[in-house]
């Protein structure tokens, strides 16, 4: 897996954007990008994940740049629930993922 | 559908005994993994099997071990418990194969050695 890395914490205002950056500049062409949010103690619950397109579903955006060097979580209103500590991931495995210490994200009321 | 099951939630054990934790995957699911998630380490995997067979192993002592049974139902074994060995253990699954699939993660066993 490539490494990446996160800032370390993050605040939002609640009902704004949360645009959570990721650096994976040693990407190889291969490797996906994914996204796991672990909120306290529970396991870590799957976001989004992408190749090289911009992707988007019910929970998240997820934006990664033309050299894939590096990509951005966005959520889109955030809400208190969504406070959490978020895991980007960059893998060609799929089953042995490299965690990091991710960036915790406070959504202020 | 259910989701990854993990077995017992919480369990404390002593020093120098044995411990083991089970997992249900998701149904359909072939591959399950392991993962240790402790304050100073963070979520460190321990290892991934699929059809049975240990595909991957992560960076853990023998002490550390694991099996999968025909159903896709996995145990992980610890032996010779050490303190250290409090941690949070994470079971996830996914379809497996040779493509890349995202895991579905359990709610975790919480493992208190004292």
Known sequence: ?109 | KAGVTQTPRYLIKTRGQQVTLSCSPISGHRSVSWYQQTPGQGLQFLFEYFSETQRNKGNFPGRFSGRQFSNSRSEMNVSTLELGDSALYLCASSLGGTGVYGYTFGSGTRLTVV
């Open chain 1, 1 to 109: 897996d490539a490494k990446t890395t996160q800032p370390p914490s993050m605040d939002c205002a609640e009902g704004r954007a949360a645009n959570l950056p990721c650096n994976h500049s040693t990407i190889s062409g291969n490797e996906y990008v994914y996204w796991y949010r672990q909120i306290h103690s529970q396991g870590p619950q799957y976001i989004i994940h992408g190749l090289k397109n911009n992707e988007t579903n019910e929970m998240a955006s997820l934006i990664i740049t033309e050299d894939r060097k590096s990509s951005t979580l966005i959520l889109p209103h955030a809400t208190l629930r969504d406070t959490a500590v978020y895991y980007c991931i960059a893998t060609n495995t799929g089953n042995q993922f490299y965690f990091g210490t991710g960036t915790s994200l406070t959504v202020i009321p």
